[in-house]
């Protein structure tokens, strides 16, 4: 072949090649096409096979990275599903508190506990100046259940082969509590009777030691008999063997209270305390709307 023909060539090939460019339906072999163009210009001419290994190499890393991208696009989505469908850092929260609170140490059930919080952005009312009514309840579930780990009272109840809900609750406001203000929330039981236990929780800021709010919970026993879970836990625990002085009219002891649980040892056989009377005040209160619903009302 002469010179003129391997001209007549190249021309060919790089007019072939132009063509194809502009033909619809062949973007792969357009850019190929162009690849191998501009490669041919810019590049050093390399052997056959080192030219097979590259490629092969490029090919499987760009699969691999490609893959890498899927997965973490994969994973982000489900994230996302599970904060749209659950409210992860509730859950998160409550594990993280159960856990803490097994490392702490074990109190007696009538011994009050206390858990710290902080409101934060999260927590603020629409107003934006303190924290939101709702929130106040929200935060007593985690302060119980730091509660139920310490003293033991929800495992002894799942070995009766029982559960606890909660039956009624109702908080008094008594001070706001402002955006990135420390507080701690003690609670304690008050009262118990066959299905039910009765407890308190404080909301105190540490500052100023005042109770911004109180809160009375009638955690409701299922399928076991509160009387005896509390005793059990009483003769077994810390409190056992404590007395109170002898209660008066009005439903509360006229002495000092250990724990202030009016919680009485006689013979060996622990007495239910006499019911403090806000608490009774409370149980009729929440009878008569029970009957209301029952009459339709």
């Known amino acids: 072949m002469t010179m003129e023909s391997e001209e007549v060539s190249v ?51 760009g699969q691999t990275m490609e893959m890498a991208c899927y997965v973490l696009l994969g994973f982000l989505l489900f994230l996302l599903f599970l904060h749209s469908a659950f409210e992860l850092h509730y859950f998160l929260r409550m594990f993280l508190c159960v856990f803490v609170a097994r490392c702490k140490r074990r109190v007696g059930i009538l011994s009050p506990t206390s ?14 100046y303190h924290m939101n009514n709702a929130r106040y309840l929200r935060e007593l579930d985690f302060a119980r259940v730091d509660f139920y780990e310490r003293s033991g009272l929800y495992r002894k109840i ?7 809900v ?57 399928k076991a008999n509160a009387e005896d879970v509390m005793r059990e836990l009483i003769l077994a625990g810390e409190d056992t063997g404590k007395k109170c002085a002898s209660p008066t009219p009005g439903g509360s ?30 149980i009729e209160c929440n009878d008569i709307s029970s009957a209301n619903l029952r009459n339709g009302c």
């Not at 799942?158 to 606890?164: F, H, L, N, Q, T």
């Not at 008594?174 to 008050?190: D, E, Q």
């Not at 002495?255 to 409370?282: F, H, S, Y």
Request: net charge positive; with cysteine; glycine share 8%.
């Open 253 to 282: 002891p006229s002495g000092p209270v250990p724990n202030g649980n009016p919680a009485v040892m006689e013979a060996g056989v622990v007495q239910r305390p006499p019911v403090p009377l806000e608490i009774a005040k409370w």
């Open 166 to 222: 909660q039956g009624a609750a109702t908080i008094r406001y008594r001070r706001f509590l402002r955006p990135f203000t420390l507080f701690r929330i003690t609670s304690k039981i008050v009262y118990w009777d066959e299905k039910s236990v009765f407890m308190e929780h404080r909301f105190i800021t540490p500052k100023d030691g005042f109770v911004r709010a109180i809160a009375i919970c009638r955690q409701r026993v299922i």
């Open 158 to 164: 799942r070995e009766k082969g029982g559960a606890v």
């Open 115 to 128: 858990v710290y919080g902080m409101c934060i952005t999260t927590d603020i009312d629409t107003l934006l």
């Open 11 to 61: 021309v060919k090939t790089c007019f072939t090649t132009r063509i194809d460019l502009d033909c619809p339906g062949t973007t792969f072999m357009r850019f190929s096409s162009v690849q191998n163009v501009i490669a041919s210009l810019f590049l050093p001419a390399e052997p056959d096979e080192m030219d097979g290994d590259a490629e092969t190499t490029g090919r499987l890393g």
